[in-house]
């Protein structure tokens, strides 16, 4: 979270030492599942079990949708991680958790996310900003 790239792609939330992370993990994730039932995973490497990202389900309180959220360490980018975890969760929001409609966001020079959405079905349904004022790219199923 504290990473340069995630940091420009997506957000500063702040986190820079454990106590921050804490913080942000009860405030955030942990608060998520306690209200939904669902949020942010973490993503392992299947052979290894090292941590390279996480993906999961956000509801953010000024989005109508659920969206697909994910990030993963730069060394892991372009190896389609991305797209296997976000299947998998959204496979698992429907199933699970009912969840039927899921949209994603993403920074406006974020090409590669929007590649991973677009693959996932959704298409460009214009920018939204969020209550901080970040424009981003909104994706929804097409209907």
């Known amino acids: 979270m504290n990473e340069p790239a995630f940091i ?7 986190v820079r ?4 992370a804490r913080k942000y993990i009860a405030d955030g ?17 299947k ?3 090292v941590p390279i990202g996480m993906c999961g389900l956000l509801k953010r309180d000024w989005l109508p949708d659920v969206d697909i959220g994910f990030a993963f360490l730069p060394q892991f980018w372009s190896r389609g ?4 975890s976000a299947q998998a969760v959204l496979d698992w929001g429907r199933r699970a958790r009912g969840v039927t409609r899921v949209v994603g966001i993403t920074a406006l ?13 959704l298409k460009s349904a214009g920018v939204v900003r969020s209550p ?7 994706f929804a199923p097409e209907g």
């Open 109 to 121: 020079h974020n090409k590669g996310s929007m590649r991973v959405l677009e693959k996932l079905g």
């Open 47 to 49: 052979e290894s079990g």
């Open 17 to 20: 030492n454990l106590d921050d």
């Open 132 to 138: 901080e004022g970040q424009e981003s790219q909104l």
């Open 81 to 84: 991680y991305a797209f296997e």
């Open 8 to 14: 420009k792609n997506i957000a500063d939330r702040g």
């Open 29 to 45: 994730p942990a608060a998520m599942y306690e209200r939904y039932g669902f949020g942010l995973f973490a993503v392992e490497l």
